[in-house]
């Protein structure tokens, strides 16, 4: 073996050892050496050289009945941290998070972006609050991934199509530069499903995630990378038509699942607050029930089509994702009705990272990146 091949096994396996570790909460010397099939040596080099620079350390003991208690192992989380900026018509999210992709801190305030310098700075200014009231150091930030609602460039540098927001193409190359740390933008639906991919278990699984907020956007995710397509603009599954000639999308074409099934169809009727529509909903309002049975058909009709494309499990996010999860059981009899094949309907799920969702998912791909640099 060459002494270049020596050193790029000693990376590799330095790296399975991190990021095994990174898996899981705690984890013990002989475990890490069994699941990797390496020599108690090797394994003890490697933990040294990660817990000297600081990325590894000891966290307590296990309980065992016989013998020596083996030492616990965990990664110490805010060696690095990410900053995640989600970025919509009203409103802006900021989350901190750290190496296990655990949200330190967010923060969501209103705030209407403008396409001018003033409002950078302001947008700059809560970016800065945030990380002093978080005491993090700035070179200790890996970077700060904005997601919004539109599509991007396969550098992630450009904004291709964001038509929500007054944002110039350029945008990233302008507020990056207030900054000592890079700065990527993401779509919002690949963000939201990133982060639905990083907190289950879909290890070699291929997902489709459907934003419904209020608008309806999605992602696919083939072993939790976002899939892009020709032009990065795949999995825009509120521009598929479900209702030929139907009512005008924001996107000029007629009949869009955008329309029926976007969060607005249901809270549209209540001053676009989605608690209050479930609220009436709960004390027996029948003409919202009726709403809600239509919107069901609707995604239905959304959720078969994705599932006769994709063949995969189709998890519902977004706004509405919250409010889903009790409806699922009807939501897989009405799939179950309309597939051409036999199928229970298992394969819909809600979401269960239903906090901030997007904002995380652009901090993890800094995140994602570290740990497979270390
Ligand atoms: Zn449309």
Known sequence: MTQENRQSVKQYNRNRVFRLIASRQRISKQEIAAELNLSLPTTTQNLNSLKEEGLISENGTFDSQIGRKARAISIVPNYRVAMGLDITPHHISLV???LNGSIIDHV?????????????IALRDNVEAFVRQNHINPAQILGLGISVPGIVSFDKKEI???????LPANFCEIFEKYFSFPCHMFNDASCAGIAEFWRNDYEN????????????GGAILVDGVPYAGRNNRSAEFGHI???PGGRRCSCGK?????????????????????????????????EYEALLKEYLRNLSILINDVNMCLDCQVVLGGYM?????????????????????ATDGGYVRACTCEFEAAALGAALSYIEEFIKSV
């Open 205 to 216: 699984e291929t997902i489709a995630y459907l934003l419904l907020s209020n608008t309806v």
């Open 160 to 166: 291709i199509n964001a038509a929500t927001l007054p």
């Open 321 to 341: 994702g919250t409010y889903l999860k009790r409806y699922i059981g009807e939501i897989r009899q009405l799939v179950s009705e309309r597939c051409t094949f």
């Open 96 to 98: 901190l998070a750290d």
């Open 108 to 120: 969501r305030k209103k705030f209407t972006v403008g396409a001018n310098e003033a409002s950078y």
């Open 241 to 243: 038509t479900i209702e």
């Open 254 to 286: 007629q009949g869009c699942a955008e329309i029926y099934c976007s969060a607005l169809f249901l809270s549209g009727h209540t001053d676009n607050n989605l608690e209050t529509f479930f609220r009436e909903l709960d004390v027996g309002n029948q």
